[in-house]
Nanobody
Framework: QVTVVESGGGLVQAGGSLRLSCTTS??????MGWFRQAPGKEREVVAA????????RHADSVKGRFTISKDNAKNTVYLQMNSLKAEDTAVYCC????????????????????WGQGTQVTVSS
């Protein structure tokens, strides 16, 4: 049973910061992506990081504000979120892809194999 677990969500004021963490029980190579889903909206990609942690991709909506990174020693992926806006409010999920581990990193949700339950991020304006 593969597990993917997110943590670090919460309530923050607009302009503030949060750091989300994601761990997995996977021991094979994988690409990790962060996705988010706001009420009444489709799930959208936020960012992705390669197995090595060297390659990353970020959605245009978060470029310059969010940064995805990976600590290989801890097998943990982070999403540092700065300058948060009310429109960033959503459930944030991470997902692992074992099918797409080469660049360009996948951004489509159907390319990811294992999903976490998600963590709520609420930004008050």
């Amino acid at each position: 049973q593969v597990t993917v677990v997110e943590s670090g969500g919460g309530l923050v004021q607009a302009g503030g910061s949060l750091r989300l963490s994601c761990t997995t029980s996977l021991r094979t190579r994988y690409t990790m992506g962060w996705f988010r889903q706001a009420p009444g909206k489709e799930r959208e990609v936020v960012a992705a990081v390669s197995w090595s942690g060297i390659s990353t991709r970020h959605a245009d909506s978060v470029k310059g504000r969010f940064t995805i990174s990976k600590d290989n020693a801890k097998n943990t992926v982070y999403l540092q979120m700065n300058s948060l806006k009310a429109e960033d409010t959503a459930v944030y999920c991470c997902a692992a892809s074992i099918r797409r581990i080469a660049t360009p990193l996948p951004l489509a949700k159907n390319e990811y194999d294992y999903w976490g339950q998600g963590t709520q991020v609420t930004v008050s304006s």
